[in-house]
């Protein structure tokens, strides 16, 4: 019989796969159903996140590859965007190896800021709203797990994630932004939006040329993601990619204007140059 142990704040820097990892992830699954929050540890800093089907083996499939895309940035940031930030666990690592760094990160969900709070421990802008290609009011999909909650309106995709809600909520774009704050340059600019990135991108026309490091999720689940790659190289001028991570039919890429090889432990890398 498999007896679980008792966590309170496990840490799971090293557990990837065997017996302890098949305990713990049986464990997180029992804590979404009775807490808010799971709370975890990794490489020495308390991270959480909202307790929901599906957090559990985020935590321990995911955090991993998060610290993987934030080893990849070959420099120190100065100004960082997170556009999907969820509950934040991408600032709040970010922040744990940059802490001079100044984030700013967006997220529609307004039932993620207490865990994006948690996680980066106040030292980041939160703005409950989107991004797109333009300043209006668009409905946002909420889905039974806030990994998947969309703004694009896709019939297979919301049956399959179990869409639980949706509703308005009010987007501009990264020019208007960085216009308004009087931001001239952004060093890394990660974007996880589930199908909206080319919206993204095109309300980004001036401040993309700044951008030094663009991370990016190109997966299968949704095409765009894939074809938009090549226009990351022709039309904005990323010409050197680094393949990070295996995501599910897709993967995680750092593009950059320029090669670095201070890039960590890439899975594969192209340049067109």
């Not at 935590?59 to 990849?72: E, P, Q, V």
């Not at 333009?134 to 039974?144: D, N």
């Not at 049956?159 to 639980?164: E, H, I």
């Amino acid at each position: 019989m498999l007896t679980l142990p008792i966590f309170t704040e496990p840490d799971v820097s090293h557990i990837k796969t065997g017996l302890r990892r098949k305990m713990l992830l049986r464990w997180l699954r029992l804590r979404e159903r009775s807490s808010s929050l799971l709370r975890f540890r990794y490489n020495g800093f308390s991270y959480c996140l909202k307790a929901e089907a599906g957090a559990a083996d985020h935590i321990l499939g995911s955090t991993f590859k998060i610290d993987n895309l934030i080893n990849a940035i070959p420099e120190a940031p100065k100004v960082v965007f997170d556009v999907g930030a969820n509950c934040g666990l991408f600032s709040g690592m970010l922040l744990n190896s940059f802490p001079e760094a100044k984030v700013f990160a967006f997220e529609p969900n307004a039932d993620l800021q207490h865990a994006f709070l948690f996680n980066t421990n106040g030292r980041a802008f939160l703005e409950i709203s989107g991004i797109s290609d333009c300043e209006e009011e668009l409905t946002f999909y909420k889905t039974q797990g806030s990994q998947t909650s969309t703004f694009v309106n896709g019939s297979d995709y919301l049956r399959d994630n179990k869409l639980v809600g949706e509703y308005k909520v009010r987007v501009t774009t990264l020019d208007a932004f960085c216009s308004k704050h009087s931001i001239d340059s952004i060093d890394v600019l990660k974007i996880d939006v589930q199908g909206l990135e080319r919206k993204v991108l095109a309300g980004g026309g001036k401040i993309l040329k700044t951008v030094s490091s663009l991370l990016i999720e190109s997966s299968w689940s949704f095409p765009d993601t894939v074809f938009l790659v090549s226009d990351l190289i022709n039309s904005y001028g990323f010409t050197n990619i680094y393949v990070l991570n295996n995501v599910f039919t897709g993967a995680d890429l750092l593009l950059r204007r320029s090669f670095s090889d201070k890039v960590k432990s890439p899975i594969a890398k192209y340049s067109s140059q």
